[in-house]
Every structure is written in C-alpha cells, then in structure tokens.
C-alpha cells in the first residue's frame, strides 16, 4: 500500500493537499481495517502507524482524521492486551487539537479504557468524564443550532 499523498507540487492548494492526504490515510486504513478483519493486530496497528507517519497538512479535518487513526491504533493496541501502546496512540491524538469533536471524545474514552485495564480506577473515571463532556458540549451546539427548526 502507498500512503504518501500525491503529487507534492507547491502548486496544490490546501483543499488539495488535504485531500490527497485523505486519500493516502484512507488507503492505508482499509489495509488496516482487512488486516484486523483477518485477526492480524501486529499488521493492522504497522498499517495504522504507517497512516499516522504520512505528513499531515495543516486543516482541521485533518487534524480529526488523524485523530480518528490514533484512535484505531489505540484500539488495536488495547485489543492486544497493551495498555501502554494504547495510552501512546491516544496522547499523540489528543496534541493535534483541541476542538471538540467526536475524535477528541473518543480518544479521551480509549484512554479511560486502557486506564481501566491498567488498575486505575480513578484516572479511569476522570478520562471517561472528559469524553462525556466533550459529548455533551457538541449535543448542546446541536440542539442550539436546531432550537429555531420545527420538529
């Protein structure tokens, strides 16, 4: 599978280089997605972290799609038993933003998941409540942006 984004011209527009770098990921997860559909997490997490590796452009979607690669990861390296390699993938996602969004709440969840696994209870419980904030601040801008809408 080639997961680097083509063509690399300075001539691409951002709109361009995110697409192309979607493209590239997008690749490189269906290999990820068929190697664990196959049971193989060892090649599953090698295709997700060569997704990772791609250089990102600077976009939100990106940003969110490589955050919703690192939550594979994550859940891949918790599938295997490997809290640590779980707890990596989930940090590395959570430095690319921020912005609330379903990515940021599921990364926040995959850490209280291998927190859990791990013993700790409390952090456990602390990343959990992170993600269910998270949730409920996109519900609130949603039923804010749908309060004029008759139902």
Known sequence: ???SPS???STLTS???TAAYARAVTA???SADEQLHDGRLDEAAVDLERALAIPRPDSDSAKQLAQDVAFALGSVRLAARDTHGAM???DEGL???STPSVFLANLHALRGMA??????AVSA???YHDALLIHQRLYDALLATNSGSPT
């Open 1 to 3: 599978v080639s997961c």
């Open 7 to 9: 063509p690399t011209s």
């Open 15 to 17: 709109a361009d280089r």
């Open 28 to 30: 490189a997860r269906a």
């Open 88 to 90: 990596k993938a989930a």
């Open 95 to 97: 430095v690319l933003s």
């Open 115 to 120: 927190l859990e696994l791990s013993g700790e």
């Open 125 to 127: 419980a602390e990343a």
